[in-house]
């Protein structure tokens, strides 16, 4: 395995050749992307992320940042405190997603008008 911040993160030779796909591999599912537009402004607790998401189950979040972290893309910070504080932060290669969420949103955004 290769590392990504000192975490386990998949090899790129199991990666697939195309860059887009790669992409896709690590943030293609509806949960991460949202994940990571809650995480852009900063720092979140793990009810904060489930409160401002949605429907997604508390299962599936747990995944998808496990996942996510693996892949270098969250860190996971748990305090000694009773009860356990975690908080979950977006890494520098987390946040150089940045660009893709905001043409995301661009484009979002313009189709909404052009169905209007």
């Known amino acids: 395995m290769e590392k990504v911040n ?3 993160a998949t090899p790129a030779k199991d990666l697939p050749a195309c860059p887009v796909e790669t992409t896709l591999t690590l943030i293609g599912d509806k949960w991460k992307v949202l994940i990571l537009r809650d995480l852009m402004p900063g720092t979140k607790r793990f009810g904060e ?3 401002s998401i949605g429907s997604v189950s508390q299962k599936v979040l747990t995944a998808q940042l496990r996942d996510m972290e693996k892949n270098g893309l969250v860190t ?3 305090y ?3 009860p356990p504080r975690v908080e979950y932060s977006l890494t520098a290669l987390g946040r150089s997603l940045k660009p893709i969420l905001d043409s995301m949103w661009d484009w979002g955004e313009a189709y909404k008008a052009s169905v209007e």
């Open 6 to 8: 000192d975490i386990a």
């Open 49 to 51: 992320l489930k409160k």
């Open 76 to 78: 996971r910070t748990v």
């Open 80 to 82: 000694p405190e009773v």
